[in-house]
């Protein structure tokens, strides 16, 4: 691995190594740019993950103090627990799904074919599908994911038969097992999935696409990059004219450094990115950096979610097998007959038992509760996750009551449903037990929903610097060699899981980049 002197003002400084930061990294160093990652994370590997929930949590979670506010149910349930994503080499692609579906063409323009929405602050995307499709190409090859390139489905698991079962008599049409960037078959030097079951937890045969194993190797293999693990960013430098020139962090041995940088591209998902904004206030830049338009860390989505689990006589073992291989995607479409806008996907999930005791139902305890803890292996389970409205008062903000192990004010994070969120929630509740039901379910059950995976929003993009963050190319419109590289560069967040859509907006970037650094304009 290359090692760059603290002094070097000629590198790429990216901060996280995730979808965003860690793809960015590798298609810059690629096109021989400087690259040095900060990941406030250890590092994991394949060898090291532990296919058991509550060890692989305290091995992979961001544990550092956080707050909530708002209505929502996880500030009642997991008020220390906003977002369940990963403080790791690879970030939360180490733990997630693998589910990557493209953003359809409507939900770029969500304002446009929405229209004004009551307390809803919705936005057109920038930039179209038709400008992002080159580029989805790209990620779902670089990705593996199943059904494009000729790559084929994943089998289909005993929770996703019932699922297609039922769904498919219902007349549903759009009913398989995914686009998962996870391999089907054998592909660049990496395995088959091998249907461990228990998935989240770290890929122990490396088959799941994670930048830990994929990315962040092709970078240190082409000798222009640097990754420093266990560096906490806790603040972003710039000089006189307001230009970033360096980044400040907390070393592994909890020394304090200053690397300096050429550009920065802040990569740390969508609540620590906007709290890193925030934290980096000057008297140049009181709101803090790239704030002008006051909407750093507003905007937050976590897309509307819940879970149905449906109860049979006959054992399904929903666990086995891949766990979210398995989608109904008809209801992703935009049709406000059915009392809301934006549209939502059904996909197959499956939880351990240490988890579906603590995400069932949280707190609750008795009879009923126990009848579904005793049926565990007859049980089949879906996820609901749809399209949630931005609200500039959802948002991230920091809490000046408490400070984190490095004496920062650690992020709050507000959040009340919008109308149009419980409306879709209640429907997507509906369609689902309907699914179970015509297979037979003898019980169903609702869960509410579980702590953020999926953290879009809090420095979005916009056409105008006073309606957002940063322009189509995630760079900020106050700073120009300051950039966004995550989820929190979203516009709105469409019903699709986000991750491809992360993957892809990064490599557009890097090719931006790359360009403006050529013709010497950043």
């Keep these: 691995m290359a090692k760059f002197d603290f002094k070097d003002d000629s590198v790429v400084v990216i901060i996280g190594s995730g979808a965003g930061g860690g793809t960015l990294a590798n298609e810059l160093c690629q096109k021989g740019i400087k690259v040095v990652v900060l990941e406030a994370g250890g590092t994991q590997s394949n060898a090291s993950f532990i296919n058991d929930e509550w060890k692989a949590f305290s091995q992979l979670a961001w544990l550092d103090k956080r ?71 790209k990620a779902e090859d670089k990705m593996g994911v199943t059904r494009t390139n000729g790559i084929p489905g994943l089998p289909g698991n005993n929770n996703f038969k019932v699922m297609y079962n039922g769904a498919t008599r219902l007349g549903y049409k759009e009913v398989h097992t995914g686009n998962m960037a996870i391999n089907s078959q054998p592909r660049r030097g990496r395995a088959r999935c091998l249907q461990l079951g228990f998935c989240f937890e770290g890929c122990k045969s490396g088959a799941k696409w994670s930048t830990l194993y994929t990315e962040l190797p092709e970078a240190e293999a ?7 693990s266990q560096s906490h960013v806790t603040r972003i430098e710039h000089d006189a004219k307001g230009r970033v020139n360096g980044v400040v962090y907390i070393d592994q041995d909890g020394k304090e450094q200053r690397q300096k940088a050429r550009i920065v591209c802040v990569a740390g998902n969508a609540i620590e990115t ?38 049979f006589n006959e054992p399904v073992n929903m666990y086995r097998g891949t766990t979210m291989a398995g989608i109904v995607r008809d209801e992703a479409h935009n049709d406000t007959r059915r009392g809301f806008v934006g549209g939502y996907e059904m996909e197959t999930l499956s939880l351990g038992l240490p988890f579906m005791a603590a995400f069932l139902n949280p707190g609750a305890w008795g009879p009923d509760f126990t009848w579904w803890m005793d049926r565990y292996t007859s ?62 379910a003898i019980k169903t059950f609702r869960t509410p929903p579980y702590p953020s995976t999926h953290n879009m929003g809090t420095a979005r993009m916009s056409a105008r610097a006073q309606d957002g963050v940063c322009n189509k190319w995630g760079q900020t419109h106050d700073i120009p060699n300051l950039f966004i590289s995550d989820g929190s560069q979203f516009t709105t967040g469409g019903a699709e899981n986000p991750t491809l859509t992360i993957v892809t ?14 013709r010497r304009t950043i």
Aim: glycine fraction near 8%.
């Design 222 to 228: 082409t000798g222009h990059f640097e990754l420093r």
């Design 379 to 440: 049980l089949a389970g879906a996820w609901l996750v749809g399209e949630d409205m931005p609200r500039e008062s959802n948002r991230v903000t920091l809490n000046t009551s408490v400070k984190d192990q490095f004496g920062n004010y650690v992020p709050n994070v507000h959040f009340d449903d919008h109308d149009n969120d419980v409306a879709m929630r209640n429907h997507a509740y509906a369609q689902a037990e309907r699914i179970y039901g015509a297979v037979g």
């Design 67 to 137: 707050t909530t506010s708002g209505t929502w149910r996880v500030a009642k349930d997991f008020a220390g627990l906003p977002a369940w994503v990963c403080k790791t080499v690879g970030g939360t692609t180490t733990h997630w799904a693998g589910a990557s579906l493209r953003f359809q063409e409507h939900e770029f323009r969500a304002r446009t074919v929405y229209g004004g929405i009551k307390n809803a602050n919705l936005l057109d995307w920038p930039l179209t599908l038709r400008e992002l499709q080159p580029y989805y190409a």
């Design 505 to 518: 907006l990064a490599i557009r970037q890097a090719d931006y980049i790359a360009s403006q650094m050529s």
């Design 274 to 311: 906007p709290r890193l904004l925030l934290m980096s206030s000057s008297n140049l830049f009181k709101d803090g950096l790239a704030n002008s338009s006051g909407q750093v860390g507003r905007n937050y989505m976590r897309h509307m979610t819940g879970s149905v689990y449906a109860a």
